[in-house]
C-alpha cells in the first residue's frame, strides 16, 4: 500500500514539474540567484535606505543582464563573420585527411567517394546546428529577463519573508521552519560564493589563453567555461569539448592547437583537481552517484536549466529531508 502510493506521489511530482516547468524555472533560478544578491543588498540596506538600495541593486541587475546580453551579441556576430573563413579551413583540413588517408591508405583510391560533397553537408548541418543554436540563445535571453524581472520581486519581497512565516504558523512550526530555511540559506551561499569564484579563476585564464593565441570568440568560450563549471561532469566536456573542436578547425595543424587544446584541458585539470576541492571541500555534502543520478533526473525533467540547477535543489531537498524524522536515514544515505 505505502509502495503504491510512494508511486502516485511520484508520478504527480514528475507530471507538475514538466507541466509547471516555465514557471518554476525562472523562478528557481531568481531564488539561486538571489543568495548572490540578497547579501549585497542587506550589506547596502545597512548603510543607506532601502528605496535608494532597492534602486541600486536593480541598476546593478539590469547592468548585469546588458554586459552578458552584449557578450552573447558579439559572440554571435563574431560567428557569423567567420562562417566563410571557417567553411574554407575546414575544406582545407578535410584535403589534408584525405591526402594523408591515400598516403596511408593508397587502396582507398579504389573506392569511389565523393568528399566535397561529404564536406558540404557536413558543413551545411553544423551551419545548421549553428542556426537552432542562435535561436536557442535568443530564447535563453528571453528566459534571462523573466528570471531578473522575478529577481526584483524577490528583493522587494525579502523583509517581509520572515514575518510572514511567523504570522501564518504558530511559533514552534514557524521556528523549525525558519531554522530549516537558514540552514539551507547557509548551505547556498557557502556553495555559490565558492563556485562562482572558481569559476571565474577557470573561466579568467580560459580567456588569456585565448586572446594570446589570437583565437576569436574568446569572450563568450569564457562565458560558457564560467556558466559549465556549473554542471559537474558534463559541463567540463562541454567547456573543453566545443572549444577544442574550434580550434582545430581555426589554427593551421602544426603545434600550436596541440599546445592550446592541452593548455586548456590542463587549466581544468588544475581547477578541478586542486581549486574546487580546496575551495569547496565538503560543502556540497552529495555522493558522486547522487550527484549524476541528480543531474539525469532534472536535465530530463528541464534540460540545460535542470542541469544548472540539479545540484542547488538536490542539496536543498537533502537538508528538508535531514529536519523530517522519517526521511533522516535516506539523507544520509544521499550524503557523501
Known amino acids: ?12 511530482s514528475w507530471y507538475l514539474l514538466n507541466e509547471l516547468g516555465t514557471v518554476l524555472r525562472p523562478l528557481l533560478l531568481a531564488i539561486l540567484l538571489s543568495y548572490v544578491v540578497l547579501p549585497i543588498y542587506y550589506y547596502l540596506a545597512k548603510k543607506m535606505n532601502r528605496i535608494p538600495t ?3 541593486m536593480i541598476a546593478g541587475i539590469l547592468f548585469v543582464f546588458y554586459v552578458i546580453v552584449q557578450i552573447i551579441n558579439n559572440g554571435i556576430k563574431e560567428i557569423n563573420g567567420s562562417i566563410p573563413e ?5 575544406e582545407e583540413k578535410s584535403d589534408l585527411i584525405r591526402d594523408w588517408g591515400k598516403k596511408i591508405t593508397p587502396w582507398i583510391d579504389t573506392v569511389t567517394i565523393d568528399s566535397h560533397q561529404i564536406e558540404s553537408q557536413l558543413f551545411d548541418k553544423a551551419k545548421s546546428f549553428l542556426g537552432s543554436s542562435i535561436t536557442w540563445v535568443i530564447s535563453l535571453i528571453t528566459d534571462l529577463a523573466i528570471v531578473f524581472m522575478y529577481l526584483v520581486f524577490v528583493l522587494l519581497e525579502a523583509h ?3 514575518n510572514r512565516i511567523q504570522t501564518a ?3 514552534n512550526t514557524s521556528k523549525r521552519i525558519s531554522a530549516t530555511l537558514q540552514s539551507i540559506n547557509q548551505r547556498m551561499v557557502i556553495y555559490l560564493r565558492i563556485k562562482i569564484i572558481s569559476s571565474f579563476i577557470l573561466a579568467a ?4 589563453l585565448l586572446r594570446f593565441w589570437g583565437i576569436p570568440m ?3 568560450i569564457s562565458m560558457l567555461t564560467f556558466f559549465c563549471n556549473f554542471i559537474p561532469y558534463l559541463g567540463t566536456l562541454i567547456a573543453v569539448g566545443l572549444p577544442g573542436l574550434y580550434i582545430l578547425i581555426d589554427l593551421p595543424w602544426d603545434w600550436q592547437p596541440i599546445v592550446v587544446i592541452l593548455l586548456l584541458i590542463s587549466i581544468h585539470s588544475f581547477s578541478a583537481s586542486v581549486i574546487e576541492p580546496t575551495l569547496i571541500g565538503r560543502a556540497i555534502g552529495l555522493s558522486p552517484l547522487i550527484i549524476l543520478l541528480a543531474l539525469s533526473f532534472w536535465g530530463q525533467c528541464w534540460g540545460i536549466v535542470g542541469i544548472i540547477l540539479a545540484i542547488p535543489l538536490t542539496v536543498m ?7 523530517i524524522e522519517v526521511s533522516k536515514p535516506v539523507a544520509a544515505i544521499v550524503g557523501d
Open 54 to 56: 532597492l534602486i541600486c
Open 205 to 208: 585564464p580560459v580567456f588569456l
Open 160 to 162: 517581509q519573508f520572515n
Open 169 to 171: 504558523f504558530n511559533p
Open 317 to 323: 531537498i537533502k537538508i528538508i529531508m535531514e529536519t
Open 218 to 220: 574568446a569572450g563568450i
Open 86 to 90: 571557417l567553411q574554407i579551413r575546414f
Open 1 to 12: 500500500m505505502n509502495f503504491a502510493i510512494s508511486l502516485v506521489i511520484l508520478a504527480t
